[in-house]
């Protein structure tokens, strides 16, 4: 196994570990725990960036992961593909504004983005695994170059 593996592996393996603090956060908040609460959601949105970062470390040095499967799905998984994409941008920007409601003690506009932004969040995570499910167990495909050679043409 090598960086082609490991490294999706990770980031996948941060995504859900972010999405699983914000559900316990979830119900941390319910149970009028607001401290427990904002705990839970700080250390999901950290495990949320070191996703990112890994992710796109990956993106940048090593590359994406060409699909490997058969040609009839292509087109399905792409679709599927563009709308995990689209849901998780949608997650993170909404993310980053409920986080800021809460710090700024917007609690109406927090409490009413949050429900919204945890269940894109859940669905991202969920979508991100069957991604990588499809990439790296079902249908291990091949690897594309890493950006930095696509831009200097090596």
């Known amino acids: 196994?090598?960086?082609?593996?490991?490294?999706?592996?990770?980031?996948?393996?941060?995504?859900?570990?972010?999405?699983?603090?914000?559900?316990?956060?979830?119900?941390?908040i319910i149970q009028g725990k607001r401290e427990a609460h904002k705990k839970m959601m700080l250390a999901g949105?950290?495990?949320?960036?070191?996703?990112?970062i890994i992710y796109m470390s990956r993106t940048?040095?090593?590359?994406?992961?060409a699909w490997g499967g058969p040609d009839h799905l292509k087109t399905f998984y792409q679709?599927?593909?563009?709308?995990?994409?689209?849901?998780?941008?949608?997650?993170?920007?909404?993310?980053?504004?409920t986080l800021v409601w809460g710090f700024k003690a917007k609690y109406a506009k927090h409490?009413?983005?949050?429900?919204?932004?945890?269940?894109i969040w859940f669905f991202t995570a969920i979508t991100g695994v069957?991604?990588?499910?499809?990439?790296?167990?079902?249908y291990?495909?091949?690897?594309?170059?890493?950006?930095w050679e696509v831009i200097i043409g090596a």
């Open 1 to 28: 196994m090598d960086l082609y593996f490991w490294l999706p592996t990770l980031s996948t393996a941060f995504i859900v570990i972010s999405a699983v603090l914000v559900g316990i956060g979830w119900v941390l």
């Open 45 to 52: 949105a950290w495990a949320a960036i070191l996703f990112f």
């Open 60 to 65: 940048v040095i090593v590359g994406n992961t």
């Open 79 to 97: 679709v599927f593909l563009i709308f995990h994409i689209v849901m998780a941008t949608v997650a993170a920007v909404f993310g980053i504004t």
């Open 111 to 119: 409490r009413r983005l949050g429900r919204v932004t945890s269940m």
């Open 130 to 138: 069957i991604v990588y499910t499809l990439l790296y167990v079902l």
């Open 140 to 147: 291990p495909g091949g690897h594309t170059k890493p950006v």
